[in-house]
Every structure is written in C-alpha cells, then in structure tokens.
C-alpha cells in the first residue's frame, strides 16, 4: 500500500502513538512494553481516526530501553521489551488488517544507537540494518528513522549504512524515510495538527508527535482535511 499509493496519493499517518496509550487507559511505558495492549490501542485508535495508517513503534529510546544494559545485540534487543512488543504488534496488525493499513515504525538512527550504546558507527549501522529488517519482516511498511538533535549525520560510513537499510527496505516492498530530512534521505510531507490542508504526496504525517491529550475529535479532522482529494 504505501510503495503503490505513496507514488501517486496521500497515505496519511498521524504520529498519534501515545494518544493509542491514552484509549488503552494504559501508562505509556507499560503500554508500550506490551504487544497486546499496542495491537488492540492501534487498532482502536484507527477506527476511531480514519487514518491510512497507525505508528506502532516511535524510537524514544526503546531500543536502548529494550536492550536492558546488554549493548547493542539485536537478537536480544528484538526479543524483549518495547521493541520485541512493537514487533509482534505489527505482525498482528499485519495479519489483521492484511494490506489495508500502513504501519509505520519509527527506528532510532544509526548515529543515535551509536551515541547510545557508544559504539562505532559501523556497528551501529549494521545494527540500524537488522532491525530494519526485522521490522519489515514483522509487516512495517515504511520505516522513520528518526535521530537525536546533535548527532552527526550525513557523512560517508552514515550515508552507506542508511543505503544499506534502504535496500532491504526495498527488498520487502517497504519505505524508509528520514524524519526532517536528515542526512539529506527523503523525508515524509509534514502538516500541522493545528492547521490541516490537504498537501504534499506519499506518507503524510503530522508535524510532530500528537500528544496523549489530542482530542480524538481534531484528531480525525486532521486526517479528514490532510486527505482531501487526490494530488
């Protein structure tokens, strides 16, 4: 769906990850550690929007979160936590909803897991990598990498890594994308919450992360308006 209609249409993603947390009724650290309450809250939240698709993982230090104090070992990063929750929550979503939802996750950057972890860039973009890979397996459709503010992006070992992570994206038919562009990697068409018009092409997203507050009611105005008719 969104390698087919991002061409030509708007496929449009609210980054409304935490306002899922709210109508679970759940804490956002516990929702996010679990892949039952993340299926179901993404699902509801959905229904309740109308949006193309829904975030079902959204970087803020869940990998280093996930990792709990063993570095950066992927297979153990994938197994537990928040991002072993968010990736079975995409595969249900995935078996649910079949090709009729986008699921977006957003990865923290290679040169954040390398900051994080303090390891060397090149480990960190293998690392970036597989779990790329691993959610695409999962059923994610476009991947957001997302980096800190300071890091240093954009360099040569940066560059190949994220083109490494770009193919196997491709290899599954997925999408990745940068948030804001960094590096220079296309980014998503971003449109305010507070001032939604049909714009851009391909993935839209809200301008920032929709906090848990959102009124549901606005939320889905946004998605309404930023839909409008076809570019």
Same mark, same amino acid.
């Given at each position: 769906m969104a390698q087919g209609r991002g061409r030509g249409e708007r496929v449009v993603v609210p980054l409304a990850f935490e306002?899922?947390?709210r109508i679970s009724a759940r804490p956002l650290d516990a929702f996010r550690n679990d892949a039952t309450q993340l299926a179901n809250g993404l699902g509801?939240?959905?229904?309740?929007v109308t949006a193309d698709g829904v975030v079902c993982a959204l970087?803020?230090?869940?990998?280093?979160?996930?990792?709990?104090? =063993? +570095? @950066?070992?992927?297979?153990r990063i994938t197994a537990q936590g928040a991002v072993g929750a968010s990736l079975e929550a995409?595969?249900?979503?995935?078996?649910?909803?079949?090709?009729?939802?986008?699921?977006? =996750? +957003? @990865?923290?950057?290679?040169a954040t897991l390398a900051a994080?972890?303090?390891?060397?860039?090149s480990s960190a973009c293998a690392a970036f990598a597989a779990l790329t890979k691993a959610f695409c397996a999962a059923g994610a459709d476009v991947i957001l990498l997302m980096e800190d503010a300071g890091c240093e992006c954009g360099g040569e070992?940066?560059?190949?890594?994220?083109k490494t992570a770009a193919n196997i994206a491709r290899f599954h038919q997925a999408l990745l994308l940068a948030w804001d562009g960094v590096g220079g990697v296309a980014a998503?068409?971003?449109?305010?919450?507070?001032a939604p018009a049909a714009s851009g092409v391909g993935i839209v997203t809200t301008e920032a992360v929709v906090p848990a507050e959102a009124d549901i009611a606005m939320l889905r105005h946004w998605v309404t308006m930023v839909r409008g008719a076809e570019a």
């Open positions: 306002v899922a947390a509801e939240l959905q229904q309740a970087a803020s230090r869940m990998e280093w979160d996930s990792a709990a104090g =063993a +570095g @950066l070992d992927v297979e995409c595969r249900r979503l995935r078996e649910v909803h079949g090709d009729q939802l986008v699921l977006l =996750a +957003g @990865l923290s950057g290679p994080q972890f303090a390891v060397d860039l070992d940066w560059q190949d890594g994220v998503p068409a971003q449109v305010a919450l507070a």
